[in-house]
């Protein structure tokens, strides 16, 4: 699956050690009151994000993207899971005019809480490869009011005969807060995520930390920004870089 959507996941290939301009991450949203919300997606709603690689001095601008997500349908179950919307997303290059990639990504929700099929799968192909990814299954992404963490998914598999690979990813509720985009006010569940990357080569295993912040808009439910950190020399000496989407625009139904 593409990238995030994140975020989330806006939301990507191999990456080495990248030899550019950057410029500082964008602002994150700010503190707000917690309220009783649940995410509420709406059918026929459009979104625009921006999306960018990022290495440790913060965004690389040549690497901009713009991506759009439209709510295509609901579902009453997909893979087990009811209460399901269907959202299609589309990569464009940084003018939005030249396709780039396209993917179809499921949500499900109850409340205050949101699964999504294949985040992790997500979080793979962001970071490494769409080939080196696991299958998808589903993932916990939010959990209004869940301070004390909750496990996303661990996975490990060997792809495509190479290192054999690790990942898991945890997750905690960190608040509620107000991103603005455009001339409107969302307020969002900020959802902190850790976890460790681990790759085993010649018998020895190297764990990486992994860390990430989501910004899930309530109404209408949408990530408004998502952020996956570079992880540094976790490839022979090589940084995999991180990942940054921020909502720009939408329209709801």
Known sequence: MKPFHI????????????????????????????????????????????????????????????????????????????????????TFDSTGTVFQSSDTLYYSVSGGTVYQYGFITQVFTILLDASLAPPPKWDKIADRGNTAGWLVDTTAFTPNGLLPLKMQLNGSDAGNVNATVGANSLQTDHVAGTGTLQLTAQG??????????????????????????????????????????????????
Not at 44 to 50: A, E, Y
Not at 205 to 221: E, F, K, Q, R
């Open 204 to 253: 020895t295993t190297v764990s990486h930390p992994l860390s990430g912040n989501d910004y899930l808009s309530y109404n209408p439910a949408i990530l408004a920004k998502g952020i996956i950190a570079p992880v540094p020399q976790a490839l022979f000496g090589a940084t995999i870089m991180g990942f940054e989407r921020d909502l720009v625009s939408f329209t709801v139904k």
């Open 7 to 90: 975020l989330f996941i806006p939301l990507v290939a191999i990456a080495g050690v990248f030899y550019a301009c950057s410029s500082s991450t964008s602002s994150n949203p700010t503190s707000s009151t917690t309220g009783n919300l649940s995410f509420t997606f709406s059918v026929g709603s459009t979104f625009q994000f921006v999306q960018w690689r990022t290495d440790s001095v913060g965004i690389i601008d040549s690497t901009k993207e713009i991506v759009h997500e439209t709510v295509a349908d609901s579902m009453l179950t997909f893979q087990g899971m009811g209460v399901t919307y269907t959202v299609f997303d589309t």
